[in-house]
């Protein structure tokens, strides 16, 4: 399906998701479905809760688009990782599709390599010998990230390369604690200490769970969206050519050797944030 054109004066998610909502119920301007699938789908690239949800509302309904329950399922999936309420809801009430396809405008163009095939052996690759300092992170990590849908080994190569598993670790663009997150995304994923570990790796496996339903499980393009932001990926059409980017993406893959990981099943009613009783 062609999207119709979109107004040039649209500039930020806020601006595309009034302008969808005037075209979808004719408030103003003509009546125009195609043009509102449009505008939520890039408000929706942009990460605006909001509009996933919307557009998700658009294909469970076969409004301006065509009717598709898996799309509205994973779209639904992705606002209610974000707290959406209403997407919540309606999650609950559809049969889990994790394997779904979302709308074409949501997906990135291919990379210029191809990803290597997934790896189908049952012999998973060697773990990295991590420091023996890494161990209370490493219980910590083996006990939450199955909550999350999230390879162990994945969120273990993230902590490794985004704090050397230093739960008091600042980065110079103020990233906090033992994944380094942002306050953006610290807010985003309802953490409220950053550098309480638990509550910090909580939130980390949050927006991995979250990257790994946007981009299919393609773990390059995962990897490339936490460091520089799914939105770069999104206009770059795959790993963005940022030096620090691409180094990032290799020291991920070479701690972390496999190309796809399986697609998450959301969780329902997660606790974002909470004390903990770790220690070093």
Known sequence: MALAAVPARAQTAADLIADAVQYEHGEG?????????????????????????ALGWMAANGRGMPRDDGAAWRLFA??????????GHLLA?????PDAVLPACLTPAPAAVAPAAPDIGLIPPP??????????????VDRLAPQYGVDPRLAMAVIAVESGFRPDAVSPRNAQGLMQLIPATAQRFRVRNSFDPEANVRGGLAYLRWLLMRFNGEVQLVAAAYNAGEGAVERHGGVPPYRETQAYVQR??????QAWHALPVPKKNARQAGRSSFSQ
């Open 29 to 53: 301007v003509p009546r125009d479905l195609h043009r509102a699938v449009a505008l939520y789908c890039r408000a929706a690239v942009l990460g605006a809760a909001d509009a996933q949800y």
């Open 78 to 87: 992705l606002a209610a990782e974000q707290g959406h309420a209403q997407a």
């Open 93 to 97: 009430l559809l049969p889990a599709r």
């Open 127 to 140: 773990e990295p010998a991590y420091p023996a300092g890494s161990t209370p992170v490493r219980r910590l």
């Open 252 to 257: 991920i893959a070479a701690l972390y050797r």
